[in-house]
């Protein structure tokens, strides 16, 4: 059975807490994992969800690094035709910029369940599609060789 991965990350701190936006994101994250798996049990797709927390060390190195969710490998952004960005945050973070994402003209700080489900459903008819050459390709008739 194919499977499709969504994978997020955010900053822990050390009690394990999180900002708000990415708390919201993970609520959003669970709703979208929740709804592709409804849509793509019956065809035969399994969904996985995978969460990773940075250090603030890891942050500190890449803050567009938090709040960041993976669709079967790629970025969301990708599957989007989405661009990311930056505002200020709070919580974990502390006065720092943090990651958004920007879609048809609008910045999420939060990331819709939405926008994740989009990206998971085309990502997914991927996953169903024959590969090049495979025996998803016709074959033309051939006439039979004459014996000589």
């Known amino acids: 059975m194919p ?5 997020w990350q955010r900053l ?17 994250v669970e709703k979208a994992v929740r709804l592709l798996r409804r ?18 060390k890891d942050f500190e190195r890449d803050p567009a690094a938090s709040n960041r969710i ?3 490998g ?7 035709g989405a661009g990311t960005g930056a505002s200020p945050c709070c919580g974990a973070c502390g006065d720092n910029d943090c990651r958004t ?20 459903l085309k990502a997914a008819a991927g996953l169903t599609r024959p590969a090049r050459g495979s025996a998803g390709k016709r074959r033309s008739a051939r006439a039979p060789r004459r014996a000589r």
């Open 101 to 120: 994402v920007t879609v048809g003209g609008r910045s999420y700080e939060t990331i819709p369940s939405r926008l994740i489900v989009s990206a998971g």
């Open 39 to 56: 849509a793509l049990d019956p065809r035969g797709i399994a969904v996985r969800s995978e969460e990773r927390g940075l250090t603030w």
């Open 70 to 72: 993976w669709v079967a």
């Open 3 to 7: 499977t499709l991965t969504i994978r």
């Open 74 to 80: 790629k970025p969301l952004e990708r599957w989007l």
């Open 12 to 28: 822990l701190d050390e009690e394990g807490e999180t900002c708000p936006r990415c708390g919201g994101t993970q609520a959003e």
